[in-house]
């Protein structure tokens, strides 16, 4: 079950990447569109990562060998959901506070670091078949 859940978050993680990279206009319009809706975007934000940080946690609880980084991955997710619903004024300021240009580099740096967690849970799939 666990290499399931493994191969599912590389394929998902490495489409994820790809988009920011390649389609971050889209991305871009989903920032704005949270920092447009204020405290109520943020919160629902917060939700989405709060509830996709649970379910890795759940899922995947590892914490030795490569991985790990999936479950580090979950952490950041939950920490960063909990953030977004406890104190939702600063995810506001967070995201109102950088420019456009801005966005776009963390964007684009965000989907690479994603890519490389998805080939490290690829290659870690691989080495131990």
Do not use: N
Not at 9 to 33: C, E, K, N, P
Not at 49 to 54: C, D, N, V, W
Not at 66 to 76: E, P, Q, S, Y
Request: glycine letters at 10%; a positive charge; one cysteine or more.
């Amino acid at each position: 079950m666990i290499r399931g859940i493994e191969a599912a978050a590389a394929v998902i993680l490495l489409v994820a990447g790809l988009t920011q990279i390649y389609a971050s206009g889209l991305w871009m319009t989903y920032y704005r569109r949270i920092t447009e809706a204020g405290e109520q975007g943020v919160r629902l934000h917060g939700l989405l990562s709060l509830a996709i940080g649970i379910l890795v946690l759940r899922l995947h609880w590892i914490w030795s060998g490569a991985t790990v980084v999936l479950t580090l991955l979950g952490v950041f997710m939950l920490a960063e959901g909990v953030l977004c619903v406890a104190a939702p004024k600063l995810g506001v300021h967070s995201l109102q506070v950088l420019d456009e240009a801005s966005k776009a580099r963390t964007l684009f740096f965000t989907g690479v670091f994603v890519i490389i967690v998805a080939g490290v849970l690829a290659v870690s799939l691989f080495l131990t078949v």
